[in-house]
T-cell receptor, first 108, second 111 residues
Framework: GIQVEQSPPDLILQEGANSTLRCNFSDSVNNLQWFHQNPWGQLINLFYIPSGTKQNGRLSATTVATERYSLLYISSSQTTDSGVYFC??????????FGKGTRLSVIA | DTGVSQNPRHKITKRGQNVTFRCDPISEHNRLYWYRQTLGQGPEFLTYFQNEAQLEKSRLLSDRFSAERPKGSFSTLEIQRTEQGDSAMYLCAGTANTEAFFGQGTRLTVV
């Protein structure tokens, strides 16, 4: 089945800095999602982005399906951005496969 | 609010007891997924339903685990004879064939 790898595993930023999180996947996909897991464990949808580029406020994401990667950009980071960011992908009708996540800590 | 509701939010049980979790997706979610997440890991797929039909089970789903989705609406996940290794966050997701939306999860602690 599809494999999803995320990098870096951990990231520490000063408030106001920008960051880029990467997600590599092993096969062509028809679903790719980015999530932020809050301290209570809920997965918050950030982007549904099997291809192309989307922006939502300080966050944006780009998926280059032909090269099998996706990037999540966080600009002007805030302490509330801290947490774990997951990328998940699937192909055909298969279930989403998650990466191991990137743990982001934003320091004031 | 994703529209997917899970109950209970927390469950503490003694080893050997049975537990049941419930997931209520929105009516448009024809597919429903169960995942398990342990500390420091990403969610791992357990099983999924297309309407009321259970279409796929992971190897993680031992014979102590059973899931149902009667009438294609809510779903239950039961764990029989719980073990300490079952301690985890259990997540449910619903989808109308595109974007998946997750519930708040049920955190199980087996003591």
């Amino acid at each position: 089945g599809i494999q999803v790898e995320q990098s870096p595993p951990d990231l520490i930023l000063q408030e106001g800095a920008n960051s880029t999180l990467r997600c590599n996947f092993s096969d062509s996909v028809n679903n790719l999602q980015w999530f932020h897991q809050n301290p209570w464990g809920q997965l918050i949808n950030l982007f549904y982005i099997p291809s192309g580029t989307k922006q939502n406020g300080r966050l944006s994401a780009t998926t280059v399906a032909t090269e099998r990667y996706s990037l999540l950009y966080i600009s002007s980071s805030q302490t509330t951005d801290s947490g774990v960011y997951f990328c998940a992908a699937s192909s055909g009708n298969t279930p989403l496969v998650f990466g191991k996540g990137t743990r982001l800590s934003v320091i004031a | 609010d994703t529209g997917v509701s899970q109950n209970p939010r927390h469950k503490i049980t003694k080893r050997g007891q049975n537990v049941t979790f419930r997931c209520d997706p929105i009516s448009e979610h024809n597919r429903l997924y169960w995942y398990r997440q342990t500390l420091g890991q990403g969610p791992e797929f357990l099983t999924y339903f297309q309407n009321e039909a259970q279409l796929e089970k992971s190897r993680l789903l031992s014979d102590r685990f059973s899931a149902e989705r009667p009438k294609g609406s809510f779903s239950t996940l039961e764990i029989q004879r719980t073990e300490q290794g079952d301690s985890a966050m259990y997540l449910c997701a619903g989808t109308a064939n595109t974007e998946a939306f997750f519930g708040q999860g049920t955190r199980l602690t087996v003591v």
